[in-house]
């Protein structure tokens, strides 16, 4: 069974930085797509982007320039570091990951908590 755990978020003002970690138990991030998303208040969860087995990542037109994913391979981590923020990036960020295709599409029946990231002055 997969578990994952995201950490990191907090409250931003608009300009700053933060870095999320996603950690796994039950897979193996370097052998599969991980991919980021975020959900707002009353709208649906979307993809911020993700990196797959060979390292190559992709990202969503708009967080790209901003946001930078990466992965630990020796401690199994990912990593979404987030500069430039704006109020609009405000939501609850997650992880999760497996084949490239469901993880390009967050087709997964299971989350993590996520963490909240909250931009504002």
């Known amino acids: 069974q997969v578990q994952l755990v995201e950490s990191g978020g907090g409250l931003v003002q608009p300009g700053g930085s933060l870095r999320l970690s996603c950690a796994a138990s039950?897979?193996?991030?370097?052998?599969?797509?991980v991919g980021w998303y975020r959900q707002a208040p009353g709208k649906q969860r979307e993809v911020v982007g993700l990196?797959?087995?060979?390292?190559?990542?992709i990202y969503a037109d708009s967080v790209k320039g901003r946001f930078t994913i990466s992965r630990d391979n020796a401690k199994n981590t990912v990593y979404l570091r987030m500069n430039s923020l704006k109020p609009e990036d405000t939501a609850r960020y997650y992880c999760?990951?497996?084949?490239?295709?469901?993880?390009?599409?967050?087709?997964?029946?299971?989350w993590g908590q996520g963490t909240q990231v909250t931009v504002s002055s």
């Open positions: 990196i797959n087995s060979a390292g190559s990542t």
């Open positions: 039950g897979l193996i991030f370097s052998r599969n797509a």
């Open positions: 999760n990951g497996g084949d490239y295709y469901y993880t390009l599409r967050g087709d997964f029946t299971s």
